[in-house]
């Protein structure tokens, strides 16, 4: 699952822009084969960014089902002789790819690349059209889930049990791009160190898989490189070690990169094909209840955050994600989660190259019925009849996806396989043991969890033992003792004592916070107002002090963000720090005080 790049021996060509753009609202599109022809449409769309909100149309807004982008594209003629491919960083949930009618991609899960090779249907120097065709549709077995009811007048609309808007369409960037037949098709690197300060030596354990037929005397080299492009290793074969005398680590706040080269040589020794991966060497370790990146204790501040902004939902922009960095950077926080789904690889590109910690989330989000009164939802009793076979293997084929697609990046320091799924009850345990089993052997070097939720206290959660880390999330204070803080902070630190007792490992806070209307100024510790935000998240940080198994504390949310309608929210989740055009709230100067300062004195 290597990232599209140019190089010596690779050529990329980039796909965004404006497409021909059509809502199929009979969702007959497919059967009718708009794939075969121009679409006939005089609406245009800008990729990447989700749909929804960008027309002036709530039947567009409302669509459930399949839409459909379609453009021109050139193959530039000096790929003759050339693999061609395309590829889709996203397409949210589920995307049809063709190529002048033939059918040559499909993807269920709105989080994750694919592509294909479609050499056999262009040529160097022609032209084809790329239609791609993307449904926004939920079911009991995607991840996440959600379900589709029908009204008496025949309209279809979409339920699910999370708590952000269902954003569709091509979220991220989408490439044309060349690859030699006999290529670098997947690279693993897997970092650790020996020796004492000052005078360590890194070890790169990689691995490297081969496509296309190389010959018995083909061969692979590895070159490893600096910051400044200086080599200061070289490696033979598919795998092995290398080790780096006086490494610089990959650290929290002090990233620094190396590349590993993977080069495929012919007989003659000729440089077949070449792939440049960058990496960090840092290891990550749960140490009884402390959480140690490269050995030394690591204490997460940050925020659970969401790809949202006005206009283009959950489009990748990278000049919103780089205002995103500079607002963490500024309020002090040193890491974040990637609630509720894989983020845009630009992110998490940004994140190793700034030193950022990441805890890298599935699209698992809302497998749980005790929320259906809160979404409106049909409850469901059992596992059995809340999740089938489907949805298990569509988990498991979005751990493997996101495992495969991150593995590389040092940033990424913990897994975490689901946000809030039931964990108490009957079929809990047969549900999450497998896959906490499947993220373990795809990735033995990063800790497992998922994030647990408030209903399931330590007292009723029956799956946690299967996990590296505890993550909670929790609003004592917001949803349970709603402004009564003194009640919240006691029932808090009573819960966190309580699971430190049961477990003994790390815990994280994964959420804490209060929906805050800004400009809403309350001297009685109102909730909504601003003051109630801020004096809410000091009586945390007060309890989170006092706790020692408590290692990290990520605020709900990082800015304000669009939900589904509900009585519960009002022109979505207020709980940011930020407001959604990221204004800091007063709670955002608070956080500043506190996390600046715990990170000026590190
Ligand atoms: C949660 C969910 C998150 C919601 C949040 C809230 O527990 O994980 O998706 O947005 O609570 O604000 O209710």
Redesign the pocket.
């Known amino acids: 699952m290597l990232k599209p790049q140019n190089g010596p021996t690779r050529e990329l060509v980039n796909l965004d822009g404006l497409y021909a753009f059509k809502v199929d609202s009979a969702n007959s599109g497919l059967a009718e084969g708009w794939q075969n022809a121009r679409l006939e449409t005089s609406l245009e769309m800008g990729v990447p960014a989700s749909y929804n909100d960008v027309f002036a149309d709530q039947e567009i807004r409302d669509h459930v089902g399949w839409v459909w982008y379609q453009r021109e594209v050139r193959v530039p003629r000096g790929w003759a002789g050339e693999r061609i491919h395309v590829r889709l960083d996203s397409a949210t949930h589920a995307g049809r790819v063709f190529v002048d009618g033939a059918l040559v991609a499909e993807h269920l899960g709105g989080y994750m690349p694919f592509g294909a090779d479609i050499t056999e249907h262009v040529t160097a120097g022609g032209t084809f059209r790329l239609t791609i065709a993307v449904s926004n549709e939920l079911t009991q077995a995607t991840i996440p889930p959600g379900s589709i009811t029908v009204g008496a007048d025949g309209r279809r609309q979409q339920k699910y049990m ?3 808007y269902n954003y569709a369409g091509l979220h991220r960037s989408v490439w044309l791009y060349s690859t030699p037949a006999v290529r670098v098709e997947d690279i693993t690197v897997v970092t650790g160190f020996e020796g004492t300060p000052g005078e360590l030596t890194g070890t790169v354990e990689y691995r490297i898989a081969v496509a296309g037929d190389a010959g018995a005397d083909a061969a692979v080299r590895v070159r490893i490189l600096d910051a400044d492009g200086a080599e200061v290793t070289t490696a033979h074969g598919v795998e092995g070690t290398a080790a780096i005398p006086g490494v610089v680590l990959w650290q929290p706040g002090r990233a620094y990169l190396y590349a590993l080269v993977a080069e495929v040589l012919d007989a003659d020794g000729a440089v077949v094909d070449s792939y440049s991966q960058p990496f960090g060497v840092r290891t990550v370790e749960v140490r009884g209840t402390e959480f140690l990146i490269n050995g030394e204790p690591f204490y997460f501040t940050g925020f ?1 955050m969401h790809e949202d902004h006005t206009t283009i939902g959950k489009g990748h922009s990278d000049a919103h994600m780089v205002n995103d960095f500079s607002l963490l950077d500024w309020i002090g926080a040193n890491s974040f989660r990637t ?2 789904y894989p983020y845009a690889e630009e992110v998490m590109d940004f994140a190793d190259r700034h030193g950022i910690v990441v805890i890298d989330e599935t699209a698992a ?1 809302g497998l749980n019925a005790d929320f259906a009164g ?1 979404f409106g939802t049909t409850p469901m009793a059992t596992y059995g009849e809340m999740v089938t076979d489907e949805t298990a293997a569509n988990h498991r084929q979005a751990i493997s996806e996101l495992i495969a697609r991150d593995k590389n990046h040092p940033s990424v320091v913990i897994w975490s396989i689901a ?2 799924p039931k964990s108490s009850g009957e079929g809990a345990r047969e549900y999450f043991e497998p896959l906490a089993a499947l993220a373990r052997e795809l990735d033995p070097t990063r800790p497992v969890g998922f ?1 647990n ?2 209903f399931d206290t330590p007292d009723k959660d029956v799956i946690s033992d299967l996990f590296d880390v505890i993550m909670l ?1 929790r ?1 004592y204070g ?2 349970l003792n709603t402004g009564d803080l003194a009640s919240a902070e006691k029932a808090l630190e009573d819960e966190l004592t309580t699971w430190t007792e049961k477990l003994g490992r790390p815990m994280i806070m ?2 804490y ?1 209060a ?1 805050t209307l800004p400009g809403f100024h309350s001297l009685y510790g109102q909730p909504w107002s601003e003051e109630y935000q801020a004096d809410f998240l000091d009586m945390y940080h007060r309890v989170f002090d006092r706790v020692p198994a408590l290692v990290g504390e990520h605020v ?2 990082f800015a304000d ?1 669009a ?1 589904s309608n509900g009585i ?1 929210r009002v022109d979505g ?1 207020k ?1 940011g720090a930020f407001t959604r055009d990221r204004r800091p709230k007063a709670a955002a100067h608070a956080l500043r005080r506190r996390w600046a300062g715990l990170r000026d004195r590190a």
């Open positions: 999370h708590d952000f659970g609630a509720h989000v809160f946000n809030e994030v939720v408030m999330n609003y917001w949803y994964t959420e916070g929906d709900w949310n963000f939900t519960m989740n709980k």
